[in-house]
């Protein structure tokens, strides 16, 4: 079972980068799907989540708006699409995946399963 978050670089601020979250082993359908930041020295923060309940979505309110999250079950893929985004937004991004849908969306102990994250840089 792994977990694969691809899509980041460098892009200037106001830019968007379109992140993926792809596994082998199992089907990302089946599970909640959260999408987590490290900035340097600190603890990872929740940025959006979507649950296999009706599709619930969770966001951030610092990402509210700008980003969106989405299901590709035919690839096997969760997307994170982010739009409008600034220099704050710079950090590691790392996929999860929850076999039930998380009782607190947040709570990094509810993922079991996380994949190697993807450097996203804005800057100019």
């Known amino acids: 079972v792994q977990l694969q978050a691809s899509g980041g670089g460098l892009v200037q601020p106001g830019g968007s980068l379109r992140l993926s979250c792809t596994a082998s082993?199992?089907?990302?359908?089946?599970?909640?799907i959260g999408w987590f930041r490290r900035f340097p020295g600190k603890e990872r923060e929740g940025v959006s989540s979507?649950?296999?309940?009706?599709?619930?979505?969770f966001y951030a309110e610092v990402v509210k708006g700008r980003f969106t999250i989405s299901r590709d079950n035919a690839k096997n893929t969760v997307i994170l699409q982010m739009n409008s985004l600034k220099p704050e937004d710079t950090a590691v991004y790392h996929c999860?995946?929850?076999?039930?849908?998380?009782?607190?969306?947040?709570?990094?102990?509810?993922?079991?399963?996380w994949g190697q994250g993807t450097l996203v840089t804005v800057s100019s």
């Open positions: 999860a995946a929850a076999q039930q849908d998380p009782r607190l969306v947040w709570a990094t102990n509810e993922y079991h399963h």
């Open positions: 082993g199992f089907t990302l359908a089946n599970y909640a």
């Open positions: 979507i649950y296999r309940t009706h599709g619930n979505t």
